[in-house]
């Protein structure tokens, strides 16, 4: 079995944890908007950016928990495309995720859904 260093083990269930969390708060924040105000003009557009965020989230959590899996699964080493792979998912997610979060938060302040 395949094994990454610690270091990158645990970058990786701390951007899978942060993904967990931002498809929750994209589900709750756009539950709460539907319900507190309805689907209106005014509304519609955070809904949707609310429910793109759930999936990008819900997307990314998929691709980086499958390539994790696989690693894990490879035998006796992880191959070297596989490896550069995680590596460009764990990139790509810390660049992404904080920007997710930040949308998320500018339109739970913007309907004062705190």
Not at 1 to 21: D, G, V, Y
Not at 77 to 100: E, H, K, S
């Amino acid at each position: 079995m395949a094994k990454l260093p610690a270091e990158t083990s645990e970058t990786i269930w701390t951007l899978l944890r942060q993904l967990l969390t931002i498809v929750e708060d994209a589900g709750a924040a756009e539950y709460t908007l539907f319900e507190r105000y309805g689907e209106t003009p005014s509304t519609l557009g955070n809904l949707a950016d609310l429910k793109k965020l759930a999936e990008e989230a819900a997307t990314r959590y998929s691709q980086l928990f499958k390539i994790r899996l696989r690693i894990a699964e490879a035998n006796p080493t992880a191959p070297n495309d596989m490896l550069r792979l995680v590596d460009t998912a764990i990139t790509q997610n810390q660049l992404r995720i904080p920007a997710m979060e930040r949308s998320i938060q500018e339109i739970k302040t913007e309907w004062n859904l705190q």
